[in-house]
């Protein structure tokens, strides 16, 4: 099969290697399409704490049973499913408290593992779910970063009613966004690029305002300074985005957080019951993602669609084996 593999930090090639063997709880997906998203710029041109190399990446990713091992009887060949892109352990103390994303094995698809920019990805079948029937599979491949959205959300502790300052309208942003109103609270997008901010209606500057939960989708540091000033009483900032080194650390008036009572919240990935859910509210249309696929590239221009990313020129990037 056709692959990218990244070698080292800021070098990948684009190669042919043999479909790996499985094992009996495993299978083989084809796959139809996966998301290209920010992170895999991150991990591409920097690195990341979880990635291992030489790796293929890719952990947005939908596609076809092709083979599955002797144990796997959930899945027949020829259907169509999501992949969760964690591996957990299922016994440590996060994952019996239903954290499988802060799992002690954590294996993470394209991180630790090789994951979906190639034509054929091995995955263990428990980390599978199946599409639910009228989602097409462009559609489908958002249940990933909506996971991760639905997370923070969660972790926000939303309720109806509430404000929501969301910083960012990237991809990620701009399905908080949309979370948020599904969820029938009342969000508030900051975000500087026009063309960005006109899909949910948000602000250019931070409008003068305190919110309930603050959710920073952007690893830039004064959007985090601007969140923690905008937060209400009792409010919650959720750290969605991490900042890149080495400015990783950020100044906090403890007295404010005393006073206030606010809590600050850290959000990572996301976990199995967040892909179900993720898929369902596609299905049912209460997220809407159609508008937001920008680009459908070939996944071997993989270099022009990271130089799309790095300059904000897009929304979502749909690459195609
Ligand atoms: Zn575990």
Redesign the pocket.
Known sequence: MKCIQVLNVNNFIIKETPLKDISNDEVIIKVCVTGLCRTDLKIIQYGHRDLILPRIPGEEVVGVVYKKGKNVNDFQEGDNVYVYPGF?????????KGA?N?????QIMGFHRDGGFAEYVSVPSKTLIKIPDGISMEQAVFAEPLSCCLNAIELGGIKPDMNIGIWGAGPAGTLLSRLAKAFHANPFSIEPDENRRKLINGYKTCPDKKFDICIVAVGDINAYNEALTSLNSRGRLVIFSGLPKPNEKILINFNMIHYLEQSIAGAYGCCFKHGIKALNMIANKQIIVDDMISHKMSLFDLNNALKLVAERQCMKIHLYP
């Open positions: 957990w352990c299922g016994e440590c103390e996060h994952c019996l499988e802060l799992c002690n094995k954590m």
